[in-house]
Structure formats: structure tokens, C-alpha cells
Antibody, heavy 116, light 106 residues
Framework: QVHLQESGPGLVKPSETLSLTCTVSSGSINSYYWNWIRQSPGKGLEWIGE???????NYNPSLKSRVTISVDTSKSQFSLRMTSVTAADTAVYYC??????????WGQGALVTVSS | DIQMTQSPSSLSASVGDRVTITCQAS??????LNWYHQKPGKAPDLVIY???NLQTGVTTRFSGTGSGADFTFTISSLQPEDLGTYYCQQYDHLPITFGGGTTVEI
């Protein structure tokens, strides 16, 4: 059973950078797409972007100017970096594995609050 | 972006009822449509992929149909563990987009 676990600060100040890491265990990181999705409090799901195990990335155009997703296959980890955050970026951030674009394994989610 | 419209946004039903949720895409997406079930406080679970295929280990009470722009998700006989919110997701074109969700109450 593949397991994904998000880690990173739960509180980020406005205008600063949000950084999260997802660690993949009990499965290979190779030959899959690795995704970040967020869910604002009481809201629906928003796809942030994906990185393939080779390092190729795709981003949601609405966030592309502020987001970087990277992968470190040697550590079985992939990461999200989002700059210039505001209160609107407060959300639960999920990492998920994509078999093509079927998101079949998800982390438990990490709540990130943007506040001074 | 492709907009995904789900209806209803919420519903209340009884154990044993047949429940149907619809999802409409703003343009044709073939069968590139998945359904997820999110229980309260948990991450979403993939339940249907490619519009009509049941994900491994998922109850056969769940089914999906449709192609093009109109899709349907059905629970044949509602059970207490089926409560939560259901989301459709298209992946025909990036960015991946989700419907607004349908909350099922029992």
C-alpha cells in the first residue's frame, strides 16, 4: 500500500513562501505523476500542479507565476514551493500520486494557515 | 479551463435509496472523467476512473456512466458509510479541474 505524507510549516506569514514536502513510502516514485491539490476551508478542490518522476512539470495557470514543484527521486520525495502567499492561500494541501491523471493515492493533507 | 458543474450540490437520502449525481463539462471531454469520495476530515478517494471503471477495492454499489460532456454517478443502495462529498474531475485538458462537489447526507 503506497503511503504519502505531507510535511512543512503549518503557519506562514503573508508575502512569505510556503514550502511543503511529500514523502512517498511503500512504493516507487518512478514512472508516476506526483500532484499537489489544495482545498480551502469549506470549499472544493483546486489542482495546483504535477511533476513527473523525470522532473517534467505542469502547473495550473492561475498559480503558475508563484509555484514550483520539484522531485527528488533519491529521497522518494517531491516538493511544493509557493511564493508571495496571502490569506487566500490558507488551505489544506494534499499530495497525490497520479497514474496518468487518475489520482489514486493521497496524503492525509496538511493545513497551512497564512497569517501574521 | 474546462468548467465542471455538479448537481445537486447537496442531497439527503435514506439508507437503501438509489442516489444519482450528475456532472456536466463545459466542453466535450471524451471519457476522461473520474469520481472521488471524500469522507469528513479525510482525503478524497478515487472510486470511478475513465467515467465508468470501478477502482480496485471499491464497493460495487458505485457506478458511473457517460461520455462527451454529461456524466452520472450512481449509488445503487445507499449505506451509512457512503456519506460525504463526491467530486467529479476532468483530465482531458490541463489544468485538471474538479466539480464543486455533492454532499450526501443520510
Amino acid at each position: 500500500q503506497v503511503h504519502l505524507q505531507e510535511s512543512g510549516p503549518g503557519l506562514v506569514k503573508p508575502s512569505e513562501t510556503l514550502s511543503l514536502t511529500c514523502t512517498v513510502s511503500s512504493g516507487s516514485i518512478n514512472s508516476y505523476y506526483w500532484n499537489w491539490i489544495r482545498q480551502s476551508p469549506g470549499k472544493g478542490l483546486e489542482w495546483i500542479g504535477e511533476v513527473y518522476s523525470s522532473g517534467n512539470t505542469n502547473y495550473n495557470p492561475s498559480l503558475k507565476s508563484r509555484v514550483t514543484i520539484s522531485v527528488d527521486t533519491s529521497k522518494s520525495q517531491f516538493s511544493l514551493r509557493m511564493t508571495s502567499v496571502t490569506a487566500a492561500d490558507t488551505a489544506v494541501y494534499y499530495c497525490a500520486r497520479g497514474v496518468w491523471r487518475d489520482l489514486d493515492y493521497w496524503g492525509q493533507g496538511a493545513l497551512v494557515t497564512v497569517s501574521s | 479551463d474546462i468548467q465542471m458543474t455538479q448537481s445537486p450540490s447537496s442531497l439527503s437520502a435514506s439508507v437503501g435509496d438509489r442516489v444519482t449525481i450528475t456532472c456536466q463539462a463545459s466542453q466535450a471531454i471524451g471519457n476522461y472523467l473520474n469520481w472521488y469520495h471524500q469522507k469528513p476530515g479525510k482525503a478524497p478517494d478515487l472510486v470511478i476512473y475513465d467515467a465508468s471503471n470501478l477502482q480496485t477495492g471499491v464497493t460495487t454499489r458505485f457506478s458511473g456512466t457517460g461520455s462527451g460532456a454529461d456524466f452520472t454517478f450512481t449509488i445503487s443502495s445507499l449505506q451509512p458509510e457512503d456519506l460525504g462529498t463526491y467530486y467529479c474531475q476532468q483530465y482531458d485538458h490541463l489544468p485538471i479541474t474538479f466539480g464543486g462537489g455533492t454532499t450526501v447526507e443520510i
